[in-house]
C-alpha cells in the first residue's frame, strides 16, 4: 500500500522549534521531489519548500526561508522538515507530497498527499 504518513506535529510556543517527518511505504521516495505544503482553514494550501531526487532544494516561500530546513534520508525512507523561531503564523496543518523527479512550481502539481499533521503555535 502505498502510503505518506506524516508525523510530529504539535502545540509549540513562540520561538520554539518542530522537527515533521514524512514517512513513505510502498514505494522509494529516492525516485521522487518530495515536498511540504501547509494549509490554514479557509485559506489554499501554500508550498513550503521541496527537495528533488538530486537533492536540489526549491524554498516556496521566501518567509520561511533560514527557518525552515527540508532534508531528506534515504535510507530510512523519510523527509523531515526543520521548523525553528516559530512563529503564530505558522500554524497549520503541514503536508508533505511526492512528484517525479523534480520540485514543481506550486504545491497543486504534486501527484500524492499524505494526511497532515497539525501544527499549533501559541502562548
Known amino acids: 500500500q502505498v502510503q505518506l504518513v506524516e508525523s510530529g506535529g504539535g502545540l509549540v510556543q513562540p520561538g520554539g522549534s518542530l522537527r515533521l517527518a514524512c514517512a513513505a511505504s510502498?514505494?522509494?521516495?529516492?525516485?521522487?521531489?518530495i515536498g511540504w505544503a501547509r494549509q490554514t482553514p479557509g485559506k489554499e494550501r501554500e508550498g513550503v519548500s521541496c527537495?528533488?531526487?538530486?537533492?536540489?532544494?526549491?524554498v516556496h516561500r521566501d518567509s520561511i526561508e533560514g527557518q525552515f530546513t527540508i532534508f531528506r534520508d534515504n535510507a530510512k525512507n523519510t523527509v523531515y522538515l526543520q521548523m525553528n523561531s516559530l512563529k503564530l503564523e505558522d500554524t497549520a496543518v503541514y503536508y508533505c507530497?511526492?512528484?517525479?523527479?523534480?520540485?514543481?512550481?506550486?504545491?497543486?502539481?504534486?501527484?500524492?498527499w499524505g494526511q497532515g499533521t497539525q501544527v499549533t503555535v501559541s502562548s
Open positions: 507530497a511526492v512528484r517525479r523527479n523534480s520540485c514543481p512550481p506550486g504545491p497543486n502539481e504534486y501527484t500524492f
Open positions: 510502498g514505494f522509494a521516495l529516492d525516485d521522487y521531489a
Open positions: 527537495i528533488a531526487r538530486n537533492g536540489d532544494i526549491m
